[in-house]
């Protein structure tokens, strides 16, 4: 079993949608939680980060996390065209200098 | 100008040759990384290194070798490239701190032939 799960879609919504993406994890010792974007023939840059369960918002995204079913989510509310990029979930392994990274979900906002 | 630079952005290849990929860094953090992206795999960590003379294996170092010239500069080797190796590479550099996030390259794109 991989340690981070994603569908890696492609996922397509109309412009306005609310865009739910998801992660699975098998190591109960994941205590932070990032997710990452990634526009076309660019690297990842940070797009949000939490520290255990709950909820974090930052604008039109919200982060989730629920360490009893080691699942977390980011939402995107009123989803743009600018918002089509391929999404990563990534957590720290024990040094928090390395990372575990999802494989990623494509997504595609149609104006 | 980018605060994580990577040279060449592209690449085509035949097998057997040495490539060198080439990462510099602005941003005057102490870590830095190479990692792979593959379709479906997600970004695979080949070598990391903490300052320059603190080298580490990643999880798919096997091929690859690198050199951490100064803080600022960590290139990756293939010594001798085969087809399987074809992939997107990554560069990362991270502040030292447990809530510090990677900073990345935009990439070079390897074709081995």
């Known amino acids: 079993q991989k340690e981070v799960e994603q569908d890696p879609g492609p996922l397509s919504v109309p412009e306005g949608a609310i865009v739910s993406l998801n992660c699975t994890y098998s190591n109960s010792a994941f205590q932070y939680f990032m997710w990452y974007r990634q526009y076309s023939r660019k690297g990842p840059e940070l797009l949000m980060y939490?520290?255990?369960?709950g909820n974090k918002e930052d604008g039109r995204f919200t982060a989730q996390v629920d360490k009893s079913s080691k699942y977390i989510s980011l939402f995107i509310r009123d989803s743009q065209p600018s918002d089509s990029a391929t999404y990563l979930c990534?957590?720290?392994?024990?040094?928090?200098?390395?990372?575990?990274f999802g494989p990623g979900t494509s997504l595609s906002v149609i104006p | 100008d980018a605060d994580v630079t990577q040279t060449p952005r592209n690449r085509i290849t035949k097998t057997g040759k040495r490539i060198m990929l080439e990462c510099s860094q602005t941003k005057g953090h102490d870590r830095m990384y190479w990692y792979r992206q593959d379709p479906g795999l997600g970004l695979r960590l080949i070598y990391y290194s903490f300052d320059v003379k603190d080298i580490n294996k990643g999880e798919i170092s096997d091929g690859y070798s690198v050199s951490r010239q100064a803080q600022a500069k960590f290139s990756l080797s293939l010594e001798s490239a085969i087809p399987n190796q074809t992939a997107l590479y990554f560069c990362?550099?991270?502040?030292?701190?447990?809530?510090?996030?990677?900073?990345f390259g935009d990439g070079t794109r390897l074709s081995i032939l």
């Open positions: 939490t520290y255990s369960s």
């Open positions: 990534a957590m720290p392994k024990t040094s928090y200098d390395k990372v575990i």
């Open positions: 990362a550099t991270k502040g030292t701190g447990s809530n510090q996030p990677q900073h």
